[in-house]
């Protein structure tokens, strides 16, 4: 079935009036996409801080109607429900039905991270390579959640929980996974040899993915899922949190309590010149603090005292 698509460029101060209204008036989604996405100081947005919904300065917010919407009749009913907003810029066009959230699957292949993960798309055979006794396959559908591997700042920490493993270090151990997105990290932990895993996530959404990951790779009975604040208030040898530069800094105290004397943390969603404050901050209570780079992004990873 077809739908109406309505496109408008705004900017951050008024999108959420914007958005309220095509709600108001039945849009069936509102998409919200970086207005200046071709240019060189495009401004990267991966997964907000806790509590926190990031957008783009200028932005091109996208909403669909049923095909038999009015587009005169829809302005005019957007006009008259805020009459300070500006509709003249609104674009419209016909887009055919697709299954949105499964597109991706075209083009996500199998990854390897390290000498021993692999991030398989659920739908595909795995490679010759990863049927080997000692691979350790996580069989991924991020659905709505932010987390497939494919960004570096998760690469990063698909191959810090390798190394840990060939170190022996997550042989039965328990992990804090903060922001969880999909659950790679938990879910990538746990098939390395972690006896069990705790996903934390502001976003209901990547709970459900969560969870829906843990049951389709056969560890939900070894991976528990909570909102910010409603996790157990325990101490891990291994803690990651792939957030952005911003939140680790508001959460570096809650971080660093969550990591038990002589465990690991990596912290990750870090742009290159964002760690040196970073570094300091978690000097506080962090040793053997190191730094990885991969394209423009940074994790630094540590020892509790």
């Known amino acids: 079935m077809p739908y109406l698509e309505l496109s408008l460029r705004t ?73 300070e907003l500006d509709w003249t810029g609104a674009a419209f066009r016909t887009v055919e039905d697709q299954d949105w959230e499964r597109a991706w699957l075209d083009t996500f292949r199998p990854m390897r991270f390290g000498a021993r993960t692999w991030i398989v798309p659920w739908n595909q055979d795995l490679p010759e390579e990863a049927t080997g006794a000692d691979a350790a396959v996580v069989r991924l559908d991020p659905g709505l959640a932010f987390g497939s591997g494919t960004h570096p700042t998760t690469a990063l920490c698909l191959r810090w929980l390798d190394g840990l493993a060939a170190g022996g270090r997550l042989q039965g151990a328990r992990v804090l996974d903060f922001g969880c997105g999909s659950g790679i990290l938990a879910l990538a932990a746990l098939k390395l040899g972690a006896d069990a895993a705790v996903g934390v996530d502001n976003d209901p959404q990547a709970l459900t993915a969560t969870a829906d990951n843990a049951r389709r790779n056969g560890v939900d009975d070894r991976l528990a899922v909570y909102l910010p604040g409603d996790e157990p208030e325990a101490t891990y040898p291994v803690v990651v949190a792939n957030i952005l530069a911003t939140a680790l800094d508001a959460l570096a105290e809650h971080l660093a309590a969550r990591v038990a004397s002589g465990g690991r943390i990596a912290l990750s969603g870090i742009l290159r010149g964002q760690e040196d404050e970073l570094l300091q901050r978690y000097g506080a209570w962090f040793d053997q603090l190191q730094v990885a780079t991969e394209e423009d992004w940074v994790r630094i990873d540590g020892v509790r005292r």
């Not at 951050?12 to 039945?26: F, V």
């Not at 926190?52 to 957007?78: E, H, I, K, S």
């Open 11 to 83: 900017t951050e101060d008024r999108q959420p009036r914007y958005e309220r209204a095509l709600e108001d008036l039945g849009a069936l989604s509102v998409t919200l996409l970086d207005a200046d996405a071709d240019t060189p100081n495009e401004r990267a947005i991966l997964e907000p801080g806790v509590g926190q919904m990031p957008v783009w300065p200028t932005l091109v917010l996208t909403a669909l109607f049923d095909a038999g919407t009015d587009p005169l009749a829809l302005l005019a009913a957007l006009e008259a429900f805020d009459p």
